[in-house]
């Protein structure tokens, strides 16, 4: 008999249980691939471009359920609405959330961004809400459907259907809103994703509307739904 047989004849045989344990770290090793290359697949996209960067003195706000973010001033408050419905009473948010109920049974406040710099007036702000029957519809056609379905409390200025720099379509509307002694002015916005459609609304004491236009429209032009 040659060495190199007996050589062979005399290797260690693996056990059992290593060979056992080897097979199951290799499949937990698989697993955690598979799981890893799923939960990357189906995060959130954020497209880059457009107005993504926060201004100086601006912060990124992203909501906790990971479905859009945008920029605040960070003299700003933000809210959570569905975790702190208590901000909802708020006026004139009652108002605004009767307006979209009014228009689709589903809608659903979801944020409020909040001035807290502002005192010699009512605070101006930024409300998104959201509806997913609403994407049904276009932008086109929501602003048909809107001027023809909210109350006379709300009197539409005008509307047009915009573009932003991402090429998504959206409906805008302004409109005054009359409520007890104070008059609000508002910029709606209407904006479908794939699964839900946002609805973008900010409003300032009529007084100040044109003082807040400017962070009014960067605000608007930094949302971005967060779509997988």
Known sequence: MTPTAIAA???PV??????????????????????????????????????????TGWQPITDSQLTFTLNLPV?????????DPSAQTMPP????????????????????????????VSHPFV?????????????QQYIAYAQTQFPDTLEILDAAVTTNDLGQMKGQLHFNLLLNDN??????QFLPSNTTAFLLTTCADINQFTDQQTTFEAILLSFQPLES
């Not at 003299?75 to 975790?83: C, D, F, H, M």
């Open 9 to 11: 004849e005399t290797a």
């Open 14 to 55: 693996p056990e059992l249980g290593m060979i056992l344990r080897y097979v199951g770290l290799t499949a937990v090793s698989f697993l955690l691939l598979i799981f890893t290359t799923r939960a990357i697949g189906q995060a959130p996209l954020l497209r880059f471009g457009g107005n993504n960067t926060p201004l």
């Open 75 to 83: 003299s700003w408050q933000a809210i959570e609405l569905t975790t």
């Open 93 to 120: 948010l009652p108002t605004l959330a009767d307006s979209f109920t009014g228009l689709v049974a589903d809608s659903e406040l979801l944020f409020l961004g909040l001035d807290e710099a502002e005192t010699a």
């Open 127 to 139: 409300l998104i809400a959201q509806s997913q029957r609403l994407t049904q519809l276009t932008a």
């Open 183 to 188: 008059q609000w002015r508002c910029t709606h």
